[in-house]
């Protein structure tokens, strides 16, 4: 049996309700391809019945009544209160009334039911491929293989009802054991198939997490829905495999790259501000996949939320942006210097009771303020429309003002919707942060924008680093001091 199927049945508890939800769906699919081929196959037999066809009333009818259960069956698997045992019995029990369905179109629809030279029955097909569909206890699958094998002799004895003699033992035995051949081999794809689900169960554990969705693929890797074995603690898990690594241009390259997934790693470990998100793990599994666990948030990232909603009102922004300077104070104080600050990294979402919280996401391209660095020479690394022009020109060593400037840009998309400069290529983007004076945003809002607001907006989007508000503590200080028409309540959030 499959991995979560034998640790339920251990607790004495069902599977997980994603186990149950796939079953269903798999059981519903295959219900509507055997409506499909009934179907599509009984209009042509009773439209041009073979030469050795008996009485298609009785195929027609239990062809119905498959065909009736069937959709049933589909219904059923819809139901969201449908328990995983009754999902299984369900479909066990559909599995031996569609080999009756077969069985009695092959007798009385297709073949002289004495002919043995005929090929193999399609109860074999149904039989042998049906424990793909749902997972249970390898008797159970064992039984019901044998109970839809012995639909064969079944349909047999009601063409005997209707007047057809009963086969010899030979041609019975020819007729019918390669259903039961088929019954064995269910019971050995059964096993492969649980030793294969306990294969990616195994690939799916990171330390103590399982993991249960992927929530996206990045730069860095992908991201992981999870879940803690013994506490039930929700979580996500950033990982990179190992052909993600190989698959880079050189040997420095990876290293890089590995070097980035731990730096991140650790930094944000280290910081404990509540808007810096939490990190509950770190490692390495055995085949070489590098994994980091951290707390899973309920909500959207500002990129996102400014995209499907338009631009927000001042007093939001300015609410937000005191959260993300908060967590970036904490790491400038600790001498590191995010560097790829941006509307999809600040993630706004529910915590507790409280809502329009903000949490600061991918410490990747992290640097420490003692001079190391994680980039390959001569290259610019970040988001090109949150790059300050000192990171661009790369005349000078990156410090808190980069992270300052990004916020700078980070304000004028949540006011305006828009990107302070939106070249149509890098190059433009790049050219306009080192070379070009930016709009007010208020030119650009479709919403009044306070003159304080707007002037360290255009304050933090200097060209000379001197000039901006020296961190993000200083950055969030001078944003509480801003004075909104509308200051953004707990209510209004």
């Not at 029990?93 to 069985?103: F, K, P, R």
């Not at 998100?277 to 490692?283: K, T």
């Not at 020109?393 to 980069?402: C, I, Q």
Request: charged share 20%; proline share 6%; aromatic share 8%.
């Amino acid at each position: 049996m499959s991995e979560e199927v034998r640790e339920a049945a251990e607790r004495g508890s069902a599977p997980s309700p994603a186990t149950v939800r796939r079953a269903a769906e798999r059981l519903g699919t295959a219900a509507l391809l055997v409506v499909l081929v009934f179907v599509v196959a009984l209009p042509v037999m009773n439209w041009a019945p073979p030469p050795t066809a008996g009485d298609l009333a009785v195929a027609n009818g239990v062809a119905l009544l498959v065909g009736v259960v069937s959709f049933g069956v589909y219904g059923l698997t819809r139901v969201q209160s449908l328990t995983f045992a009754r999902l299984v019995d369900l479909g066990l029990v559909y599995e031996v009334v569609v080999g009756l369905g077969i069985a009695t179109a092959e007798v009385f629809a297709t073949y002289d039911p004495f002919s043995v030279v005929r090929g193999v029955s399609w109860i074999c097909l149904w039989i042998t491929l049906f424990p793909l569909v749902v997972p249970t206890t390898r008797w159970r699958v064992l039984i019901a293989a044998l109970a839809t094998a012995s639909m064969g002799p079944a349909a047999m004895g009601l063409a005997r009802a209707w007047g057809a003699p009963w086969p010899d033992a030979q041609t019975f035995v020819y007729l019918y054991l390669p259903n039961y051949l088929a019954a064995g081999l269910a019971l050995v794809l059964h096993r492969v198939l649980g030793r294969l689900r306990e294969d990616v169960s195994r690939a799916q554990q990171m330390g103590a997490y399982h993991m249960i969705e992927l929530l996206g693929r990045g730069g860095m890797g992908e991201v992981w829905r999870a879940t803690h074995r013994m506490l039930a603690r929700p979580a996500a898990i950033k990982l990179i495999r190992p052909e993600a690594l190989s698959g880079r241009a050189s040997a420095t390259q990876r290293q890089t790259l590995k070097a980035r997934f731990e730096r991140e790693a650790r930094a944000t470990a280290q910081l404990s501000s509540p808007h810096t998100i939490s990190i509950y793990d770190f490692g390495a599994t055995e085949d070489g996949v590098l994994y980091y666990v951290m707390e899973l948030l309920d909500g959207t990232d500002l990129e996102t939320l400014v995209a499907e909603h338009g631009p927000l009102p001042a007093g939001r922004v300015v609410h937000l942006l005191k959260q993300a300077c908060e967590s970036l104070a904490e790491a400038h104080r600790a001498g590191l210097v995010h560097r790829d600050v941006k509307p999809a990294n600040l993630y706004v979402c529910r915590l507790g009771t409280k809502v329009d919280e903000v949490k600061v996401l991918d410490f990747g391209l992290v640097a420490l303020q003692s001079g190391g660095r994680l980039t390959g020479d001569d290259q610019i690394t970040g988001t090109p429309a949150y790059l300050a022009p000192e990171v661009v020109r790369g005349d000078r060593e990156p410090d808190e003002r980069v992270d300052v400037y990004a916020l700078g840009c980070v304000a004028y998309w949540l006011l305006t919707g828009e990107l302070v400069f939106p070249g149509k290529t890098p190059f433009e983007v790049l050219y306009g942060h080192v070379e070009e004076a930016p709009t007010p945003p208020s030119e650009r809002a479709r919403q009044p924008i306070p003159a304080a607001l707007e002037a360290l907006v255009l304050e933090c989007l200097e060209k000379d680093p001197e000039a901006r508000p020296r961190d993000a503590e200083d950055l969030g200080a001078r944003l509480g001091a801003v004075v909104v028409e509308e200051p953004w309540t707990e209510a209004e959030a």
